[in-house]
């Protein structure tokens, strides 16, 4: 099972998008042998002056385009579920164990969401309800993908 993070913007040199980049070689190292992976990132920009509904229009247009075909969408919004690591975990294995092909965690823009983008999203997660940098949720959401398939793979790097 494929995964993507999709993400509206474009990301920079910078420690943020290294630590991204070593936690996908360390789930492509460790999913293979999981049914998991690879992991790879979409980033999509929208480059107009807009703002509010209409930029949060273009950018749902944009991801939309982006999205392969039945793929699972995930997206993260300050309203979704705040799953534990393991909880977390287990939404991997579902998707994988029910045969998903591609399984996508999509991060908005600076104003969200669209309101129909994100109602087609299957899943909605937090990671509470602080807003952070793009790039460290970047980081952050690589860092659980690879916690995830730590605790599905039975290592111990997540302790209880």
Sequence with gaps: MKITLLAVGRGKNSPEQDLMARYFERFNALGASLGLGPISLIEVEEKRPIKGPERQRREAELLEKALPVGALRVALDERGKTPTSVEFAD???????????????????????????????????????????????????????????????????HKD
């Design 91 to 157: 939404l991997l294995k579902r998707a994988r164990d029910t045969g998903t092909p591609d399984l996508v965690f999509m991060i908005g823009g600076a104003y969200g969401f669209d309101r129909e983008f994100l109602a087609a999203a299957q899943q909605k997660i937090s990671f509470g309800k602080m807003t952070y940098p793009h790039m460290l949720v970047r980081a952050l959401l690589a860092e659980q993908v690879y916690r995830a398939a730590t605790i599905l793979s039975g290592h111990p790097y």
